[in-house]
Structure formats: C-alpha cells, structure tokens
C-alpha cells in the first residue's frame, strides 16, 4: 500500500512541475465536438426492454418447475382440499358484493 502511495505522490508532484498553458490546441473544439456527434444518446427503453427479456427466461423456468412439482404432488386428499379452496375462494371473491347489497 506504501508502494502504491510513494508512486501516486512522485506522479503529482512531477505533474505540479509542468507549467501551466493558457493556449489551447490547434482546432481542440472542432475535435471534441466531432467526438460528441458520434456519441450515441443512453436508450432508457432498449435498457428496460434488454433487462425484461432476461427475467424471463428464469421466470418461465421457477413456473414450468412449481406446475411440475403441483401437477406430480396431487392425491386424494389433495381433491377434496381444493374443493374447500375452491369454495373459500368464492367465498373471498363475493363477500365485497355481499356487503354491498345489504347496505342498499
């Protein structure tokens, strides 16, 4: 670390040495505008649109493993607690409606 320091101080103070030069270079803003018409504007959408095509390729993976794992899990037992699902979501569904028609 020592090392890294005494190399990064020579380097200052050999630049701190160099006098200072108010003249600018021959055409200098000719070349750094010719550079800026080259740079690309940063496409917020493609970066969005790149990211998104990525998540899902996993996300169809984890989806086609879980209806894997549920399709193989199923039982008897399994039939007869859907049932109760299937009625308790009915149920949560149509309870806001219900309320509803009692307050009119």
């Keep these: 670390m020592k090392k890294n320091?005494?190399?990064f101080d020579r380097l200052i103070?050999?630049?701190?040495?160099?006098?200072?030069?108010?003249q600018t270079p021959y055409s200098f803003e000719k070349r750094?505008?010719?550079?800026?018409?080259?740079?690309k504007p940063v496409d917020n959408v493609a970066i969005w649109a790149?990211?998104?095509?990525?998540a899902?390729?996993?996300?169809?993976a984890v989806m086609l493993l879980i209806?894997?794992?549920a399709t193989l899990s199923t039982t008897t037992d399994a039939n007869a607690s859907?049932?109760?699902l299937a009625?308790?979501?009915q149920y949560t569904m149509t309870q806001p409606f219900q309320a509803l028609e009692e307050s009119w």
């Design 56 to 60: 899902a390729v996993p996300c169809v």
């Design 82 to 84: 859907s049932d109760a």
């Design 32 to 39: 750094i505008m010719a550079q800026l018409r080259n740079v």
């Design 13 to 22: 103070r050999a630049a701190r040495r160099i006098p200072e030069n108010d």
């Design 67 to 69: 209806t894997t794992w």
């Design 50 to 54: 790149l990211g998104l095509w990525k």
């Design 5 to 7: 320091n005494d190399i």
């Design 87 to 89: 009625s308790e979501l």
